[in-house]
């Protein structure tokens, strides 16, 4: 059985941090690239950061970049997104997934095939 649980969201100022975790079990987790998406209401979910299933390589939203880091422990069987200077805008649910083998595309969701539940990020100002 597969399971994604975020974790780590909360309510910040402008300017301040938080660190996202997303554990991920049933899954060859060492074979697999991952994925953070998040979703602001009225809005449809948007792809934020990708990391590969090494670790090596990450690629970012343009308006995250310099801000957002993900990286991953594959003795833990998690990923982390640590957010730093967060924005209003960054107020989402932000959404961890498992991407899909075989796919040529990161940046949608439908590449994806394994989701946690999400967790909330609100950001005032």
């Known amino acids: 059985q597969v399971q994604v649980v975020e974790s780590g969201g909360g309510l910040v100022q402008a300017g301040g941090s938080l660190r996202l975790a997303c554990a991920a079990s049933?899954?060859?987790?060492?074979?697999?690239?991952m994925g953070w998406f998040r979703q602001a209401p009225g809005k449809e979910r948007e792809f934020v950061s990708w990391?590969?299933?090494?670790?090596?390589?990450?690629i970012y939203l343009d308006s995250v970049k310099g801000r957002f880091t993900a990286s991953r422990d594959i003795t833990k069987n998690t990923v982390y997104l640590q957010m730093n200077s967060l924005k209003p805008e960054d107020t989402a649910v932000y959404y961890c997934?498992?991407?899909?083998?075989?796919?040529?595309?990161?940046?949608?969701?439908?590449?994806?095939?394994?989701w946690g539940q999400g967790t909330q990020v609100t950001v005032s100002s």
């Open positions: 997934a498992v991407r899909r083998f075989g796919t040529t595309s990161i940046y949608s969701p439908h590449e994806y095939t394994y």
């Open positions: 049933g899954v060859s987790f060492s074979n697999s690239d």
């Open positions: 990391i590969s299933s090494s670790g090596r390589s990450t």
